[in-house]
């Protein structure tokens, strides 16, 4: 028998999705301790490896769990091919985002809990992350900016998803067996949720992380990638101000270490020299990068 955080590390999904998928679509039924903590057997691994599969090929969250289910009562356990399912509301669907902000402006921690738990069991991390996190996230900014919420507000939304990145990261961490790659933010830099969440993409695709996190000098990465013989180095430059430090690293790193490639990401990653540019979509950016490391 596994405790969650077990059979989050052993399925690759994170906690608080496997709460969702067994409150919302009934995929498991967890016995429980004395003390009321859940405890999964071998079955259930499976049922959440099978769903965790469908989603990741397209399937929705509802209808993969329907798909295991079925399976499971007809005997039959093998994961089928994924079909076109119905697809995640598009983009211009903002009613998720509204009350992510709402809650934010309530300070209602269980509230904006709920809101992430909602779409992180949706889809993929990566078709939650680039279709709707990270433009919820512009629009948390937005609002704080325009006085609709509070800094404090700000932050509440922004550690609630740290902690999801934090747990989806360590849930992947079986899956680190490829190239290692340092990953965080130049000296000053502080906004670090874009890059977390690359992190923990990275690490989905099978690469071996070593994720920094903000603020970091150059003489520290550069450490680093020493002692971790890294064969990449990733940093992301999210506002304009960033761009003294980040070239900064950059130059810091082709001295110190002139056969390790440079990555580059965020808002302002064109106006980077001596680094290769990931792009803005994050999924497709780690699948990229382990491509490009493989």
């Known amino acids: 028998m596994y405790t969650i955080k077990r059979a989050a590390e052993l399925t690759g999904v994170p906690a608080a999705t496997l709460r969702a998928w067994e409150r919302r679509y009934d995929l498991v039924e967890p016995s429980r301790t004395d003390a009321g903590y859940r405890l999964y057997d071998e079955d259930s691994l499976d049922r959440i490896r099978d769903m965790a599969a469908l989603v990741a090929d397209g399937w929705s969250a509802s209808t993969a769990a329907a798909e295991v289910n079925r399976q499971r009562e007809v005997g039959d356990t093998t994961v089928r091919e994924a079909t076109p399912s119905p697809p995640p509301p598009p983009p211009g669907d903002r009613a998720p985002t509204t009350r992510l902000v709402e809650a934010a402006a309530e300070m209602d921690p269980a509230a904006v809990a709920a809101v992430l738990d909602e779409r992180f069991a949706l889809t993929s991390f990566e078709s939650v992350v680039d279709d709707w996190l990270m433009p919820a996230l512009e629009e948390v900014g937005r609002a704080w900016a325009d006085g609709r919420i509070s800094v404090a507000g700000e932050h509440l939304v922004a550690h609630a998803v740290l902690r999801r990145l934090a747990s989806a990261y360590d849930a992947a961490a079986s899956h680190a067996v490829g190239p290692t790659v340092v990953i965080g933010l130049p000296a000053g830099v502080h906004h670090e949720l874009g890059i977390f969440a ?52 950059v130059a810091t790193l082709r001295s110190s270490h002139e056969d390790v490639a440079l990555f580059v990401g965020g808002r302002y990653q064109d106006a980077v020299d001596e680094a290769s540019r990931l792009g803005h979509a994050i999924g497709p950016a780690a699948a990229e990068l382990a491509a490009t490391l493989s």
Not at 212 to 226: E, H, I, K, N, R
Not at 227 to 239: F, K, M, N
């Open 198 to 249: 690359f992190a923990v993409a990275a690490r989905r695709r099978g690469l071996t992380t070593i994720y920094l996190g903000p603020d970091l000098p150059s003489s520290a990465w550069s450490a680093t990638v020493g002692i971790h013989r890294a064969r990449c180095a990733v940093l992301s430059v999210p506002d304009r101000e960033d761009l003294p430090a980040a070239r900064e690293l």
